[in-house]
């Protein structure tokens, strides 16, 4: 376990769950470009969440659907706790679509952390002679 990570990931959800808590949050933009910049905020908040929880789990018998796995389900879970948590907050609102562009956040960034991983990989196997 890479607890360099882990501790991040731990400051990550906090800043998530203090910027949750915060009533009436408003960036001074106006109707779609408000909702734009709020909803493009969700997705850059998970996909940063997720990166720090792929790093923070160890590998798991080299088998990368696992991880994706867990990485998503747990990224997920979080996202929707979060919405819980918005529900309760006056002036904020959790609702089905703050989680699916958490989703959107989370899908990226365990795309593109697979494909790395997967070329890292077959990087690892074709090496010749090299000492693993």
Sequence with gaps: MNYKYLSLLALWMALIFYLSSVPHVGFGLEGYEEQF?????????????TFLMWFSIPRLD???AK???????LSIFYAISDEAHQ?????????VKG???DLAGIVLALIWL??????VMKAWVKTPNAQH
């Excluded at 910049?37 to 969440?49: A, E, T």
């Design 37 to 49: 910049f709020r909803k493009s905020i969700h997705i850059v908040i998970y996909g940063i969440l």
């Design 67 to 73: 991880k994706i796995l867990l990485c998503a389900l």
């Design 99 to 101: 989680v699916l562009f």
């Design 62 to 64: 080299n088998r990368l």
């Design 87 to 95: 529900s309760f907050v006056p002036g904020r609102c959790g609702n």
């Design 114 to 119: 697979g494909r790395r991983q997967r070329n």
